[in-house]
C-alpha cells in the first residue's frame, strides 16, 4: 500500500498547518495511523498517532495542545493540524501505519518507529 503525505511548507513562528496523509491500497480503519518527524541529525520520533479501533490518541509531550489528529473516514486520510508552531517544530514529517492486527495502540505505534511509511513532507518554521 502506499502513503502519501502533503500540507508542509515553511511558516512563520506562531503559524499554523495542516498536514494529510491519503492512503491507498488500505483503509484506515483497520490501522492505527500516526504522525513522526525527523529533524536534520535526529532520529525519527513519534508526534502523534491514532488508533481506528477505539479512537484513542497519543501526543508526544512537545506538542500536546498544538497539535491535533484526526481521520476522514470517507477519504481515507489522516491529519495533523498544528497550531502554534514554533522553530524547533521544523522537520520531515512522515506519515506511518500499521494494521489494528498487530496488536499495536496509538501509543505503541508512536513509541516504536514500526509500519509502512510515506515519504515525508518537509515544514520549516522561521523564528
Known amino acids: 500500500f502506499q502513503l502519501v503525505e502533503s500540507g508542509g511548507g515553511l511558516v512563520q513562528a506562531g503559524g499554523s498547518l495542516r498536514l494529510s496523509c491519503a492512503a491507498s491500497?488500505?483503509?484506515?480503519?483497520?490501522?492505527?495511523s500516526g504522525w513522526f518527524r525527523q529533524a536534520p541529525g535526529k532520529e525519527r520520533v513519534g508526534v502523534s498517532c491514532?488508533?481506528?479501533?477505539?479512537?484513542?490518541?497519543y501526543y508526544a509531550d512537545s506538542v500536546k495542545g498544538r497539535f491535533t489528529i484526526s481521520r476522514d473516514n470517507a477519504k481515507n486520510t489522516v491529519y495533523l493540524q498544528m497550531n502554534s508552531l514554533k522553530p524547533e517544530d521544523t522537520a520531515v514529517y512522515y506519515c506511518?501505519?500499521?494494521?489494528?492486527?498487530?496488536?499495536?495502540?496509538?501509543?505503541?505505534?508512536?513509541?516504536?518507529?514500526?509500519?509502512?511509511w510515506g515519504q515525508g513532507t518537509q515544514v520549516t518554521v522561521s523564528s
Open positions: 491500497g488500505i483503509t484506515f480503519d483497520d490501522y492505527v
Open positions: 506511518a501505519a500499521v494494521p489494528l492486527w498487530s496488536g499495536y495502540s496509538a501509543y505503541d505505534l508512536c513509541t516504536s518507529n514500526s509500519g509502512s
Open positions: 491514532i488508533s481506528s479501533s477505539d479512537g484513542s490518541t
